[in-house]
């Protein structure tokens, strides 16, 4: 019944040009490469990765992590010695923004590990299903949509203990709502494909269908996705840690950094100031590789 | 005749609801299919041409169980598989290709990934996949090589190759042809015909081709119907259907094809270009549907739908001039361009 | 004859792709009068679109940029000519037929308010003092011109209320606002069923005729073309291989593409044989040496490594083959 609309000349040169010399991963990282912020971004998160994994080897002083007391040497400016200053019992500060990234990106990791796939999976049911596993899926999506993160992760970790774990568990609770949406809307459009009518008409099962058609179609929208989310969680976890629910001293929390330093701002300002950058710096970086995914792979439905 | 269709379905019917209001209630129904009964022999090539708005992708959906169909029965190779419709043993014997090659493959799954599914499905050996692979891209002219490539590598032909390489997999008996090359360059589509046709040959394949385009109808189909709005409005063997249309509107559908040679414009039947469009499948006309356009309408075609006549060997159309015809005088049929100078 | 009011000369077009430099138009030329209508017909990816873009002055540079050539119109060349005054040719002397009616009107506005607009801002560029009431004159006038049922109802219903067939209508009577000199038109009626079409082309040869306007159709329906064009021009990668009057060359296509296209057209007589050509359209980023059909022609020799010459085979009848002989004494 589809009207056919066959001959339209190449709009632009990647018609015009056949594409079996260029591979696709070499189009993905010209376009990339291309684009400053990009790249930007990607060099950010990997230095924000590189502190976290080699953080012994990075950090000046590895033993003034967590519970380290030096009072000759509380409160000193940035130094030669000390880039980023040293705190109120005498640590330098640069030590615990390095190992802070290591909760930081502990707490990424986790979060965006439990949440996505379940997330990913109920969306890949509900556009692909429909129906009442599409009405059932959705709605409690939208319920769960509808409650503040952060207001829901104070009352997990106010009820439960404040603690990394309790965290974690608290951000993703509500995180994987955000992932449902998106596949759905992806897996909704995806599904009048004919390649998924092809593999029905194939004998292929369901489980082929929705892991090996649907969801390696997703992929670029997830990654880029996931990305974005990173600074996200960071900022939470640190707004968690800030109001003392989430990691505790003298564990190297950039949140909880921020929050002992603000008791001696302004004049000591080094103290939260040095964190509270390092927490926009992670952050910065990762929205700005997320936003370069994005164009690369030209995925539209991404936030 | 004696011998059993591969394929016949019979009263074949699909309406798809309307929905709307605050509860999403059937407020209507788009009658993309009505009654559609054709049958298919064993390794002939039936054609279901049409426009859009006829159906003929709907009913080719039906026909491999992707639609369920609202009435009608399908029998296939002489037992009756309507309940069976979307079974793998159906699924074995009944295999789609597709109208356009860039979205029937799977971007992210290599060529041999794709072909592998029906074998996998199919408990096809694991261990002879590859093998089979390869054996399948060679019966459609692809090099070995292209098992590892994906689909952006390739030209909309080779895909359409693919496409065909993947029905062909579980040697399947009537494959169903949904527009294989209408998004495709006449250059690439003579080869495709011509691989068709020759497989055809080579496999004892049976074919249903459904397209909107004439021209290839008339040189690829050993038979066609012509659908208007989701009914048949004229069946028969090819060579009498575009020697000889009963239908105003085969005749209109032929007469407005462009052709490229003298030779070809001398066939097409001269008939008064059609006014209006198709109208909507939602809102079918009353009485014979092609009433609204058709320049030869009279009164019985806005009251009541008209049955089959039977004009020639094997050929039918669905058409009151017709029926008047044969009602007066059993005589040879003639076509209504004559029949219409004096009503 | 008279002179062309449309002379496109030598045009090649460049197109930078992943850091390599395709030449993805090589040395094009035609010419468009009015009166007889021009076809430029080819498959997927000869380059016809980047010509239509390149005369009506919308090709994104970069990628794109123009490495030869002109482009002619009433005489004066539009690539070297000030921005300000090509634009102000632009929907006004030359205008454009667009493809597809499905997505060229915006949904969220009525017909009336599109079509009106677009003599708004002509009338601006051209200085011309014209009221609402007269727009609304001017648009009805014209939709009545392209036989559209009830023009003043017509005028507030918007894009989803009509059928393909209107749409077209209605995109034709957007290039006819601004009373063009030149039309150009991209693919018409191809997205239409052939009942459609063939009403679309009759309206279509109709208000051309009426107008003597020059009309460049741009398709890859060889049967369109036999039906509207009386000139054709047939591209491949980039090049133009062969143009003539429509009789001749459908009668004695002389370039081994041109014949092969022809011959890969389904009859309606059911003698066609689906021989194809083999191969696929050449990369543009190395494009075969001399001439760009060589590697897909069954008649390729070693001449064919040399760019062929363009012989005049017939009465205006070119073709680009080594094949050929001038045509003796041509009338």
């Excluded at chain 1, 929705?210 to 960071?234: Q, W, Y």
């Excluded at chain 3, 051209?126 to 017509?154: A, F, S, W, Y």
């Excluded at chain 3, 090049?239 to 003539?244: K, S």
């Excluded at chain 3, 429509?246 to 057209?265: G, K, M, N």
Aim: aromatic share 8%; net charge neutral; glycine share 8%.
């Amino acid at each position: 019944m589809a009207v056919p609309t066959n001959g339209s000349a190449p709009a632009n040169v990647e018609e015009a040009v056949p594409a079996a010399t260029i591979s696709n991963a070499y189009k993905n990282w010209y376009r990339f490469s291309r684009n400053p912020t990009a790249v930007i971004g990607a060099v950010i998160v990997l230095i924000v990765i590189a502190c976290a994994l080699f953080a012994p080897w990075i950090a000046p002083y590895p033993e003034q992590v967590d519970n380290f007391v030096d009072f000759r040497a509380r409160h000193l400016p940035p130094s030669w010695d000390h880039w980023f200053g040293t705190d109120n019992v005498g640590r330098d500060v640069l030590t615990r923004v390095i190992y802070g990234y290591r909760i930081s990106l502990l707490l990424v990791v986790v979060v965006l590990g439990l949440s996505i796939p379940f997330g990913v999976m109920l969306g890949l049911m509900a556009g692909y299903f429909g129906g009442w596993v599409e009405i059932v899926i959705m709605r409690l999506t939208d319920i769960a949509l509808a409650i503040p993160p952060l207001v829901m992760a104070l009352a997990i970790t106010a009820v439960l203990s404040p603690n990394l774990m309790n965290a974690m568990i608290a951000i993703s609770v509500l995180w994987w709502t955000w992932h449902t949406r998106l596949i759905y809307s992806i897996t909704r459009t995806l599904k009048t494909q004919e390649f998924v009518e092809a593999a029905e008409i194939l004998g292929a099962s369901k489980v082929h269908i929705l892991f090996k058609e649907l969801l390696p179609n997703c992929v670029s929208a997830i990654s880029v996705k996931a990305t974005l989310d990173a600074g996200f969680v960071i900022l939470i976890g640190a707004s968690l840690s800030f109001l003392g629910l989430g990691v505790q001293p003298p564990t190297p929390d950039l949140g909880t950094m921020v929050a002992t330093g603000a008791d001696y701002l302004p004049d000591r300002w080094w103290q939260s100031v040095m964190p509270g950058m390092a927490i926009l710096f992670a952050i910065l970086g990762f929205n700005l590789l997320g936003d370069g995914l994005r164009d690369m792979f030209d995925v539209e439905d991404v936030r | 005749m004696s011998e059993t269709p591969l394929l016949e379905v019979s009263g074949l019917t699909k309406h798809f609801p309307i929905r709307g209001g605050v509860i999403q209630q059937r407020v209507g129904a788009v009658r993309a299919v009505n009654d559609v009964s054709f049958a298919i022999k064993k390794g002939e090539v039936f054609g279901l041409a049409g426009e859009s708005g006829s159906g003929k992708s709907t009913i080719a959906r039906m026909v491999v169980g992707l639609y369920r169909p609202t009435a009608g029965t399908v029998h296939f190779d002489g037992s009756d598989v309507s309940g069976l419709i979307g079974s793998r043993d159906y699924r074995k014997q009944v295999q789609m290709v597709f109208q356009n090659p860039g979205s029937s493959l799977n971007p992210r799954r290599t060529i041999a990934q794709s072909v592998a599914v029906p074998l996998i499905f199919h408990d096809y050996p694991k261990a002879k996949i590859a093998d089979r692979v390869a054996e399948l891209l060679e019966m459609v002219e692809l090099p070995r090589s292209f098992a590892i490539r994906y689909p952006h590598e390739l030209s909309g032909g080779q895909k359409q190759r693919v496409a065909i390489a993947r029905a062909l997999a579980v040697e399947p008996r009537l494959i169903v042809l949904d527009e294989p090359t209408s998004a495709l360059d006449v250059s690439v589509q003579a080869k495709i015909i011509d691989l068709l046709a020759g497989l055809a040959g080579e496999l004892g394949l049976t074919f249903l081709f459904i397209s909107h385009d004439l021209s290839l109808m008339r040189n690829f189909c050993s038979r066609v119907g012509i659908l208007y709005l989701g009914r048949l409005a004229e069946t028969g063997p090819t060579v009498d259907v575009f020697g000889s249309p009963a239908h105003p509107y085969t005749q209109a559908l032929i007469g407005a094809v462009p052709v490229v040679s003298d030779e070809e414009a001398a066939l097409k039947p001269s008939i008064p270009a059609l006014s209006g469009e198709i109208p909507s499948p939602s809102r079918i006309p009353k009485g014979c549907s092609f009433h609204t356009r058709c320049p030869f309408a009279f009164e019985p075609c806005r009251q009541t739908d008209p049955v089959f006549t039977v004009v020639g060997q094997g050929h039918e159309a669905r058409c009151h001039l017709l029926e008047e015809r044969t009602a007066s005088a059993a005589t040879v049929p003639v076509s209504p361009v004559e029949r219409s100078a004096h009503p | 004859m008279s002179a062309p009011l449309l002379d496109v000369a030598g045009l090649s077009v460049d197109f930078a792709t992943y850091g390599r430099q395709a030449r993805v138009l090589d040395g094009v030329s035609l010419q468009v009068r009015a009166g007889p209508h021009a076809a430029l017909v080819g498959e997927t990816g000869c380059g016809k679109s980047v010509t239509l873009r390149a005369i009506m002055g919308i090709l994104k540079s970069p990628p794109a940029s123009i490495a030869a050539g002109s482009i002619g119109f009433d005489g004066a060349d539009l690539l070297t000519m000030p921005a300000r005054q090509r634009d102000g040719l632009k929907g006004t002397a030359m205008s454009m037929v667009f493809q597809d009616p499905m997505t060229a009107l915006n949904p969220v506005f009525t017909i009336g308010d599109q079509l009106a607009t677009i003599i708004k801002y002509a009338d601006r560029r051209m200085g011309v003092r014209r009221d609402k009431q007269g727009r609304k004159q001017r648009v009805i006038e014209v939709l009545d011109q392209v036989r559209m049922p009830d023009p003043e109802r017509i005028f507030g219903a918007y894009p989803i209320m009509l059928s393909g067939g209107m749409r077209q209508r209605i995109l034709i009577a957007m290039a006819l606002l601004n009373e063009p000199r030149l039309l150009i038109a991209d693919e018409p009626g191809t997205a239409l069923d052939v009942t459609t079409q063939a009403e679309i082309l009759a309206l279509l040869n109709d208000l051309v005729a009426a107008r003597s306007l020059a009309l460049l159709m741009i398709t890859h329906n060889l049967g369109v073309v036999r039906e509207m064009a009386d000139y054709v021009y047939v591209m491949y990668a980039g090049t133009i291989v062969e143009h003539g009057p429509t009789e001749a060359l459908f009668e004695r296509p002389s370039h081994p593409y041109t014949q092969a296209l022809i011959e890969c057209v389904p009859k309606l007589s059911g003698t066609s044989t689906f021989k194809g050509i083999d191969g696929t359209i050449p990369d543009y980023v190395d494009p075969p040496v001399g001439c760009r059909f060589r590697p897909r022609c069954p008649y390729r020799h070693d001449a064919c490594f040399e760019r062929p010459p363009n012989v005049t085979v017939g009465a205006n009848h070119v073709a680009a083959c080594w094949l050929r002989q001038p045509a003796e004494e041509v009338a």
